[in-house]
């Protein structure tokens, strides 16, 4: 690896690979050359430059529901770099979590549902319907991602039905 003036920052061998540090922004090359005449190979380069500063995790947005209610809708974007966008919500033990996903590019937007000690209780790619039956009451994490490489829409709908009174018969 070499910096615009030609001057070596780092080197390697074979797979051991190499990393250098930009000490100013610009232009850096990456020679590969095989030694002593060897015969030409063929070989995978992978460049990889983390982000300087990545921004710190946003806090969950609550969801609640209107007088009444037992679903809401929430529209946003994530993205690969950015933190994902975390939602909470109170649910009672023994109620179903129902979380449909979708997102623009389609089959973009992964949906995690965990809880607050961060174990999943389910998890799915848009478009997709989750029903989570939650094993202890308290606040539920629902954690949308994507892996795309392009900022990923999506709407996440999500549900609570009430729990059946007790002594309710069907």
């Known amino acids: 690896i070499r910096d615009t003036?030609?001057?070596?920052?780092?080197?390697?061998?074979?797979?051991?690979?190499?990393?250098?540090?930009?000490?100013?922004?610009?232009?850096y090359f990456i020679d590969v050359s095989n030694f002593n005449a060897a015969p030409a190979v063929s070989y995978t380069l992978t460049v990889t430059v983390p982000p300087l500063n990545?921004?710190?995790p946003a806090q969950p947005v609550r969801i609640e529901?209107?007088?009444g209610q037992t679903s809401a809708e929430l529209n946003g974007q994530v993205a690969v770099g950015l933190p994902p966008?975390?939602?909470?919500?109170?649910?009672?033990?023994g109620q179903t979590l129902i979380t449909n996903v979708s997102s623009n590019p389609q089959a973009a937007a992964d949906v995690t549902v965990r809880d607050?000690?961060?174990n999943v209780l389910n998890f799915g790619?848009?478009?997709?319907?989750?029903?989570?039956?939650?094993?202890?009451g308290g606040d539920t994490v629902i954690v949308i991602s994507t892996m795309n490489?392009?900022?990923?829409?999506?709407?996440?709908?999500?549900?609570?039905?009430?729990?059946?009174?007790?002594?309710?018969?069907r």
Not at 13 to 23: E, H, I, V
Not at 85 to 93: G, L, P, S, T
Not at 130 to 135: D, M, Q, R, S
């Open 85 to 93: 966008v975390e939602y909470v919500i109170r649910v009672m033990a």
């Open 65 to 67: 529901f209107g007088p």
């Open 5 to 27: 003036a030609g001057q070596l920052l780092s080197s390697g061998t074979d797979m051991s690979g190499a990393s250098a540090t930009a000490a100013v922004a610009g232009d």
């Open 149 to 169: 490489t392009n900022a990923v829409a999506y709407t996440l709908r999500v549900s609570v039905p009430p729990l059946p009174s007790a002594g309710a018969s």
């Open 125 to 136: 790619r848009s478009p997709t319907e989750l029903g989570t039956v939650i094993p202890s």
């Open 116 to 118: 607050l000690a961060g």
């Open 54 to 56: 990545p921004p710190p």
